[in-house]
């Protein structure tokens, strides 16, 4: 690959300003930036896209999305190669992606236990504890004891999908796209946001539960990093595709193996680790936003 696509997305009309600082400041990068069709919009976001004459860097990624960032827009860096219609499959994780919590960190809050384990959680999805099944043991343990009855108060009272996640499930789905909630969360909230949203499949780990009290346990495997992207190579494979063919979303350092190698990855509202890595950052636009990338 020698050439990339930008794309632009912003709830607003996206403005000749901001293409002509992006043109600019590529320019003076040495990169010449071209621009592809017109500006598009499907009512709730407004698109424009450019071709790049060469590969981007980290840093100058970085610095084209901090110009965008100023006009209210996001900036993508696609494949330009890359045919929309060949992606099959939408693989995404659940705490902080397609929900607004982290659901461990809201059960802890029933025993006075959420700064705990918040802590601990934070450090995972920065990257600084490198093994997530430990960082997820260590959490569960301080949950011994906690109702079992938390759960449905937490997702009844505290979850809620994140702007766009109904949307995009609907129009993935409409797109005939396989889709995929893979989560190092719980099953107990996976199972009722695969029904609620639609999504064909989910995984997750199980809290173990005894007496109507958590235990502290997981049981089986847990699902890591190295699991998410597992999960996700196993449904490409079973509908006869690979992991290019998907889109993938995450947010945290263990969505990085899931997301790396997929036709798109997106990562929303991210820990910089994940951003810097993605092919396209959402701070601005909602979930939705990406059906704009497979259009």
């Not at 709830?11 to 002509?20: D, G, H, N, T």
């Not at 006075?112 to 043991?137: C, H, N, P, W, Y």
């Not at 909630?181 to 009722?192: D, N």
Request: charged share 25%.
């Amino acid at each position: 690959m020698s050439k990339l696509n930008l794309v632009a997305l912003s709830r607003e009309p996206i403005s000749e300003k901001l293409i002509f600082e992006l043109k600019d400041s590529a320019m003076k990068l040495g990169v010449a930036l071209h621009t592809v069709g017109s500006q598009i919009s499907n009512g709730v976001y407004y698109s424009e896209r450019w071709e790049s004459n060469q590969l981007l860097d980290i840093s100058q990624r970085e610095n084209l999305r901090l110009i965008a960032a100023r006009f209210n827009s996001d900036l993508c860096f696609l494949n330009a190669d890359l045919n929309p219609t060949d992606i099959k499959v939408l693989a995404m994780d659940m705490d902080s992606t397609l929900i607004n919590i982290e659901c461990i960190d809201e059960i802890a809050d029933f025993i006075g236990k959420k700064a705990a384990v918040a802590q601990i959680t934070e450090a995972t999805m920065r990257g600084e504890i490198k093994d997530f099944q430990e960082s997820l043991r260590r959490r569960v343990a301080l949950l011994e004891g906690v109702s079992a009855d938390a759960l449905e108060a937490v997702y009844r009272e505290r979850l809620q999908a994140n702007p766009g996640a109904a949307e995009l499930i609907a129009g993935a789905d409409a797109r005939g796209l396989y889709t995929l909630l893979v989560s190092g969360g719980f099953t107990f909230f996976t199972e009722k946001l695969r029904q609620q949203l639609g999504f064909k499949q989910a995984q997750a780990n199980t809290l173990e539960i005894i007496n109507g009290k958590l235990t502290g346990k997981v049981l089986g495997e847990i699902v890591d990093g190295a699991a998410k992207a597992a999960y996700l190579d196993k449904a490409c494979s079973a509908l006869g595709y690979t992991k290019a063919n998907a889109i993938t979303i995450g947010d945290g350092a263990n969505d990085l193996i899931m997301m790396n190698g997929s036709g798109i990855s997106v990562a929303y509202k991210s820990k910089p680790i994940v951003k810097e890595k993605a092919d396209a950052a959402f701070d601005r636009v909602g979930l939705d936003a990406a059906l704009l990338l497979i259009s």
